[in-house]
């Protein structure tokens, strides 16, 4: 992966897109759960997550499949 890819941050919106449209609710339970990336507080009132580790987490969810 490169650099860019690693610091680019992502707002839910993309996230929900990227994850398979799951709802708000089920991916905050995910993450309590801790099943699921952690967001970064980039103001207040306002999260974001890290690209690298949303597509990391896609891949693991992927298991064995192309």
Known sequence: MTSSTNKKLLAW???RLMVGNLGRTTWWRLIRAEQA????RISPGRVAWLESEILEWID???????
Request: proline share 14%.
């Open 60 to 66: 693991e969810r992927r298991g064995g499949r192309s």
């Open 37 to 40: 990336p952690r967001p970064i």
């Open 13 to 15: 919106i993309t996230v």
